[in-house]
């Protein structure tokens, strides 16, 4: 979670950057970085996405009726 608060707060930041036109002055390498790294961070909120995802499923995954106690437990 705070990582998750950590990237989401520098994809801010980054947004913010972008949508100032002089970032686009010159040769532009910095907006092609910043671009970059907001892509990095996009992937990386998918995945932890993903993750909580499969924790959430595997929470509400039923348990089969036959499975005895074991398997409530683990």
């Not at 002055?25 to 961070?41: F, M, S, T, V, Y």
């Not at 595997?58 to 437990?73: F, H, Q, S, Y």
């Amino acid at each position: 979670p705070a990582n998750i608060e950590k990237l989401e707060n520098e994809q801010v930041k980054l947004g913010e950057e972008l949508a100032n036109p002089e970032i686009y002055q010159g040769d532009g390498q910095k907006a092609l970085k910043i671009n970059a790294r907001l892509k990095q961070i996009e992937a990386q909120l998918a995945e932890y996405l993903r993750a909580e995802a499969l924790v959430a499923a595997k929470a509400t995954e039923p348990v089969p009726l036959d499975a005895g106690l074991d398997a409530i437990a683990s």
